[in-house]
Protein backbone atom coordinates (compact mmCIF):
# COMPACT_ATOMS: atom_id res chain seq x y z
CA UNK A 1 0.00 0.00 0.00
CA UNK A 2 0.95 3.54 -0.89
CA UNK A 3 -0.42 6.95 0.35
CA UNK A 4 -0.63 9.91 -1.57
CA UNK A 5 -1.89 13.12 -0.03
CA UNK A 6 -3.39 16.34 -1.79
CA UNK A 7 -5.44 19.23 -0.95
CA UNK A 8 -3.34 21.08 1.41
CA UNK A 9 -2.96 24.55 0.65
CA UNK A 10 -3.88 28.37 2.31
CA UNK A 11 -6.97 29.24 3.61
CA UNK A 12 -8.55 31.50 5.24
CA UNK A 13 -9.46 31.56 9.24
CA UNK A 14 -13.75 30.27 9.01
CA UNK A 15 -12.84 28.75 5.68
CA UNK A 16 -12.64 25.38 4.63
CA UNK A 17 -10.56 22.45 3.01
CA UNK A 18 -10.74 18.68 1.81
CA UNK A 19 -7.71 16.68 1.63
CA UNK A 20 -7.67 13.79 -0.20
CA UNK A 21 -5.05 11.00 0.18
CA UNK A 22 -4.84 8.63 -2.65
CA UNK A 23 -4.63 4.76 -1.31
CA UNK A 24 -2.78 2.86 -3.89
CA UNK A 25 -3.42 -1.23 -4.18
CA UNK A 26 -5.44 -0.77 -0.81
CA UNK A 27 -7.59 -4.47 -0.53
CA UNK A 28 -7.34 -5.02 3.19
CA UNK A 29 -10.51 -6.47 4.66
CA UNK A 30 -9.88 -5.39 7.99
CA UNK A 31 -8.07 -1.82 8.19
CA UNK A 32 -7.70 1.41 10.34
CA UNK A 33 -7.50 4.92 8.36
CA UNK A 34 -6.48 7.96 9.99
CA UNK A 35 -5.28 11.59 9.70
CA UNK A 36 -2.51 12.84 11.89
CA UNK A 37 -0.76 16.44 11.97
CA UNK A 38 2.23 18.01 12.72
CA UNK A 39 4.03 21.39 13.43
CA UNK A 40 7.49 22.25 13.47
CA UNK A 41 8.82 21.18 16.64
CA UNK A 42 6.05 19.16 17.53
CA UNK A 43 5.30 15.11 17.55
CA UNK A 44 2.43 14.20 15.33
CA UNK A 45 -0.90 14.42 16.28
CA UNK A 46 -3.70 11.94 15.73
CA UNK A 47 -6.62 14.16 15.19
CA UNK A 48 -9.46 11.84 12.43
CA UNK A 49 -9.51 7.77 12.16
CA UNK A 50 -11.85 5.34 10.66
CA UNK A 51 -11.73 1.86 10.75
CA UNK A 52 -13.36 -0.65 8.46
CA UNK A 53 -16.66 -0.63 10.22
CA UNK A 54 -17.53 2.94 9.96
CA UNK A 55 -16.63 3.95 13.14
CA UNK A 56 -15.19 7.25 13.23
CA UNK A 57 -13.39 8.90 16.19
CA UNK A 58 -12.09 12.16 16.03
CA UNK A 59 -9.58 14.81 18.47
CA UNK A 60 -11.86 16.97 20.66
CA UNK A 61 -10.32 20.02 19.00
CA UNK A 62 -11.71 19.27 15.85
CA UNK A 63 -15.42 16.93 16.78
CA UNK A 64 -17.89 19.39 14.97
CA UNK A 65 -15.66 20.76 12.17
CA UNK A 66 -13.95 17.98 10.63
CA UNK A 67 -15.63 14.69 8.91
CA UNK A 68 -13.55 11.56 7.69
CA UNK A 69 -14.21 9.36 4.80
CA UNK A 70 -13.74 6.62 2.54
CA UNK A 71 -14.57 6.49 -1.07
CA UNK A 72 -13.88 2.71 -1.64
CA UNK A 73 -14.70 2.45 -5.23
CA UNK A 74 -12.07 5.60 -5.96
CA UNK A 75 -9.58 4.62 -3.10
CA UNK A 76 -9.70 7.82 -1.34
CA UNK A 77 -9.63 8.73 2.02
CA UNK A 78 -10.48 12.02 2.96
CA UNK A 79 -10.80 14.93 5.65
CA UNK A 80 -13.41 17.44 4.91
CA UNK A 81 -12.05 20.35 7.12
CA UNK A 82 -15.01 23.11 7.57
CA UNK A 83 -14.25 26.42 10.00
CA UNK A 84 -10.94 26.02 10.15
CA UNK A 85 -8.53 27.88 12.81
CA UNK A 86 -5.66 29.15 12.90
CA UNK A 87 -4.36 25.94 15.38
CA UNK A 88 -5.21 23.41 12.68
CA UNK A 89 -2.78 24.62 10.76
CA UNK A 90 0.11 21.99 9.99
CA UNK A 91 1.16 19.17 7.78
CA UNK A 92 -1.27 16.71 7.85
CA UNK A 93 -0.41 13.04 7.29
CA UNK A 94 -2.79 9.49 6.43
CA UNK A 95 -2.27 6.74 7.81
CA UNK A 96 -3.56 3.06 7.45
CA UNK A 97 -2.68 -0.29 9.27
CA UNK A 98 -4.33 -3.55 8.74
CA UNK A 99 -5.57 -4.13 12.01
CA UNK A 100 -8.49 -2.74 14.23
CA UNK A 101 -7.68 -1.60 17.80
CA UNK A 102 -10.60 1.01 18.92
CA UNK A 103 -8.14 2.10 21.63
CA UNK A 104 -4.66 1.97 19.57
CA UNK A 105 -6.16 3.85 16.38
CA UNK A 106 -5.39 7.18 18.37
CA UNK A 107 -1.63 6.76 18.83
CA UNK A 108 0.96 7.36 15.91
CA UNK A 109 2.43 4.45 16.96
CA UNK A 110 -0.17 2.73 15.73
CA UNK A 111 0.06 2.98 12.05
CA UNK A 112 2.59 1.62 10.13
CA UNK A 113 2.09 2.92 6.14
CA UNK A 114 1.92 6.77 5.93
CA UNK A 115 1.59 9.28 3.16
CA UNK A 116 4.59 12.21 2.61
CA UNK A 117 2.06 14.72 3.85
CA UNK A 118 0.16 18.10 2.93
CA UNK A 119 0.64 21.50 4.34
CA UNK A 120 -2.20 23.57 5.58
CA UNK A 121 -1.83 27.04 6.34
CA UNK A 122 -3.95 29.32 8.13
CA UNK A 123 -4.52 33.32 7.78
CA UNK A 124 -6.52 35.36 9.94
Known amino acids: VQLLESGGGSVQAGGSLRLSCGLS????????LAWFRQTPGNEREWIAA???????KYVDSVKGRFAISLDNAKSMLYLQMNNIQSEDAGEYYC???????????????????WGQGTQVTVSS
Open 95 to 113: ATKRAVSYDYMLRREFYDT
Open 25 to 32: EFAYDIYS
Open 50 to 56: LSYSGTT
